[in-house]
């Protein structure tokens, strides 16, 4: 079965840190380019970071710009999401989302993905 699973997350202070994980099952991670969004009740999901096949090029939102870092590890089959400085407005489900597509990441919205994970919760305290 082909499938993204997600690690990772939890309860932390304002100006901790926290790393997510998202590990490829029944399918090889370096054929995809990965996204992460999250998602707070009543607001639209948004785009996090991504990270690109082949080059491993990334893109970042504005809003977590130098506080987050995208990497993977083809060998492992995962993609983490190390956040540092998190701060209340960060708290969210977040979800990793794997794509087949050639095209940048920082291009693609939700459709243009094919996998999901599960989702993890990140909360954030003041």
């Known amino acids: 079965q082909l499938q993204l699973v997600q690690s990772g997350g939890g309860l932390v202070q304002s100006g901790g840190s926290l790393n997510l994980s998202c590990a490829a099952s029944g399918l090889t991670l370096e054929n995809l380019s990965i996204g992460w969004f999250r998602q707070v009740p009543g607001k639209e999901r948004e785009g996090v970071s991504c990270?690109?096949?082949?080059?491993?090029?990334?893109w970042y939102t504005d809003s977590v710009n130098g506080r987050f870092t995208i990497s993977r590890d083809n060998a492992k089959s995962t993609v983490y999401l190390q956040m540092d400085n998190l701060k209340p407005e960060d708290t969210a489900v977040y979800y990793c989302?794997?794509?087949?597509?050639?095209?940048?990441?920082?291009?693609?919205?939700?459709?243009?993905?094919?996998?999901w994970g599960q989702g993890t919760q990140v909360t954030v305290s003041s």
């Open positions: 989302l794997g794509s087949r597509g050639h095209s940048y990441c920082s291009e693609y919205v939700i459709a243009d993905y094919d996998y």
């Open positions: 990270i690109n096949r082949g080059d491993g090029s990334t």
